[in-house]
Structures are given as C-alpha cells and as structure tokens.
C-alpha cells in the first residue's frame, strides 16, 4: 500500500513538504508520482519520476515543485515551494509496482493528503 503525508494549510509563499512511502511484499517499483485534483476539476499529473533519475513536472509548477525519491525507503517525495492558492488540492502518490520477478507491474494509488493554500 502507498501512504501520504504531508499535507496541511499554508500562506501563499510558503512551502510543503510531502511523502509517500510504499510498504508490502514488493519487489520493485518503476515510475512514482504524485497527482493532485482540485474541487470540481480532474486528476492531473504533478510531478513523475522514473526508476533512475528521469523526472516530468506539470507545466504549473516547474521551477518551483521538486521531487525525489529513497529507493532503499520505497518512498518518494514532493518538495514544494511557492505555494500559490492554485495549488490547493488533494495531492494523491502514485507508483508502478511489481509483487514478484514473473508478476508485471501494476499502478498503486494513496489515499491522498489535502494541500490548502491560502491567499
């Protein structure tokens, strides 16, 4: 299972740290990312970042979101700073993850942590 953390209620301008760290049999995890859906909108990519060191970052928030990841944690995190109202939202961490050498990877969700900004 994949659990977030991190969220909370901030100024615009300040910034957030989240994590995600995946726990249970697994074998290897591929892409992590992190997504958020704000009231009334989709889904959308945040931020993505491939079993090496490839990341891809939503147009909004490049050059102010970072994220990373400990493969030896499982875990993988969403530094974000310049907050703007914007960005409020429920921030979901996703990751492709493999439960044994024969099995294929399949996508894990969290259950999302609530990111407020206020203006």
């Known amino acids: 299972q994949l659990q977030a953390s991190g969220g909370g209620l901030v100024q615009s301008g300040w910034s957030l740290r989240l994590s995600c760290a995946a726990s249970?049999?697994?074998?290897?995890?591929?892409?992590m990312g992190w997504y958020r859906q704000a009231p009334g909108k989709q889904r959308e990519l945040v931020a993505a970042?491939?079993?090496?060191?490839?990341?891809n970052y939503a147009d909004s928030v490049k050059g102010r979101f970072t994220i990373s990841r400990d493969n030896a944690k499982n875990t993988v995190y969403l530094q974000m700073n310049s907050l703007r109202p914007e960005d409020t939202a429920v921030y979901f961490c996703?990751?492709?993850?493999?439960?044994?050498?024969?099995?294929?990877?399949?996508?894990?969700w969290g259950q999302g942590t609530l990111v407020t900004v206020s203006s």
């Open positions: 996703n990751a492709d993850i493999s439960l044994g050498v024969l099995m294929r990877y399949m996508s894990y």
């Open positions: 249970g049999s697994i074998f290897s995890i591929n892409t």
């Open positions: 970042i491939a079993s090496g060191i490839n990341t």
